[in-house]
């Protein structure tokens, strides 16, 4: 098993707040990718890869060596247990998930 380390390189200057396709891919390199399209109506697993700006009412979280704020990449888990089983396979198969 490998041991993971916190560091303190996290800033929220630097921290990625683009919008990708499943697989991590920017979508600025996909030719027809239809940002027009609300939120509410993409796929589960798109919406996992869009950015979600913090909100007005949301807090930031406080680590043991820095903060972070609300909002990033957030996945919608069903309450149907079986949607939601396959919702965190696909996430794990587009490496959404890290291990």
Request: a negative charge; aromatic letters at 12%; glycine letters at 6%.
């Amino acid at each position: 098993m490998s041991h993971l380390r916190c560091t303190s390189s996290y800033s929220e200057s630097t921290a990625q707040t683009g919008d990708f396709a499943p697989g991590w891919t920017p979508v600025s390199w996909i030719h027809d990718f239809n940002d027009s399209i609300p939120l509410s109506e993409r796929p589960p697993l798109e919406r996992a890869f869009l950015f979600t700006p913090p909100s007005e009412n949301s807090y930031k979280f406080d680590g043991k060596v820095t903060s972070y704020p609300s909002g990033g990449y957030v996945a919608d888990l069903t309450e149907d247990p079986d949607e939601a089983r396959r919702l965190l396979a696909e996430l794990e198969s587009s490496h959404w998930i890290d291990h």
